[in-house]
T-cell receptor, first 109, second 114 residues
Framework: GQNIDQPTEMTATEGAIVQINCTYQ??????LFWYQQHAGEAPTFLSY??LDGLEEKGRFSSFLSRSKGYSYLLLKELQMKDSASYLC??????????WGAGTKLIIKP | ETGVTQTPRHLVMGMTNKKSLKCEQH?????MYWYKQSAKKPLELMFV???????ENNSVPSRFSPECPNSSHLFLHLHTLQPEDSALYLC?????????????FGAGSRLTVL
C-alpha cells in the first residue's frame, strides 16, 4: 500500500531552527507538497518539490530526495505564529494525492 | 469574497437529521474536492469534481451525497449519519486535477453527530 510517515508532534524554541521529516512509499511520484494548518483554519500551501534538491522561500525551505523517498521542511528563525500542523502530501503515479497525518509543531518562548 | 468559503462552520445534528454543507470558490478553478479530516489521521478524499463532473468517489457511504451545480459551488448532503462521521469536512479547489496543481482549502465545517 501507499504510505506517508511524519512525526506526530515536535517542540522547538522561538528563534531556533526545526526540521520536519516526511518519508513516503508510493506507486510512482509526481511531486510532493507541504501545507501549514493552524488550529481551526484552512490548510495553506507552503511548497512544492518535484525534482531533487532544496527549494527556499524566506524562512521556510523544503528538500526532496526521490531515490530515498524522503523530504523535509526546514523552518528557520522560529516565531510563535509558526505553531501549527504541517502536512506532507505526495502526488502518486496516478496523480492521486496521498496525505500524511500531519506534524503538530509547538513553539515555546 | 475571495478564496474558498464553507458554511456552516459548525454543525450539530442527530442521526435522523438531514443537513447540507456548502462550499463556494471565487478563484475560477475547475476542480473541487470534499475531504474528511479526523484527529491524527491523514486527510481522506471523499469526492472530486472536475468541470462539474464527478471523477472520484472513494467508497464513501451513501449517507453522504455530493452535488456540484456549477464549477463555483459544491454541496455535501448529509442524512442518517453515524457518530463516527463526526469530523472536520474540508472543501478545496484547484485549477484542475493533475501535476503541480495546488489545492486551496476552505476553513472547514466542524460536524458533530449525536
Amino acid at each position: 500500500g501507499q504510505n506517508i510517515d511524519q512525526p506526530t508532534e515536535m517542540t522547538a524554541t522561538e528563534g531556533a531552527i526545526v526540521q520536519i521529516n516526511c518519508t513516503y512509499q508510493t506507486s510512482g511520484f509526481n511531486g510532493l507538497f507541504w501545507y501549514q494548518q493552524h488550529a481551526g483554519e484552512a490548510p495553506t500551501f507552503l511548497s512544492y518539490n518535484v525534482l531533487d534538491g532544496l527549494e527556499e522561500k524566506g524562512r521556510f525551505s523544503s528538500f526532496l530526495s526521490r531515490s530515498k523517498g524522503y523530504s523535509y521542511l526546514l523552518l528557520k528563525e522560529l516565531q510563535m505564529k509558526d505553531s501549527a500542523s504541517y502536512l506532507c502530501a505526495v502526488r502518486d503515479g496516478n496523480y492521486q494525492l496521498i496525505w500524511g497525518a500531519g506534524t503538530k509543531l509547538i513553539i515555546k518562548p | 469574497e475571495t478564496g474558498v468559503t464553507q458554511t456552516p462552520r459548525h454543525l450539530v445534528m442527530g442521526m435522523t437529521n438531514k443537513k447540507s454543507l456548502k462550499c463556494e470558490q471565487h478563484l475560477g478553478h475547475n476542480a473541487m474536492y470534499w475531504y474528511k479530516q479526523s484527529a491524527k489521521k491523514p486527510l481522506e478524499l471523499m469526492f472530486v469534481y472536475n468541470f462539474k463532473e464527478q471523477t472520484e468517489n472513494n467508497s464513501v457511504p451513501s449517507r453522504f451525497s455530493p452535488e456540484c451545480p456549477n464549477s463555483s459551488h459544491l454541496f455535501l448532503h448529509l442524512h442518517t449519519l453515524q457518530p463516527e462521521d463526526s469530523a472536520l469536512y474540508l472543501c478545496a479547489s484547484s485549477q484542475d486535477t493533475g501535476g503541480a496543481n495546488v489545492l486551496t482549502f476552505g476553513a472547514g465545517s466542524r460536524l458533530t453527530v449525536l
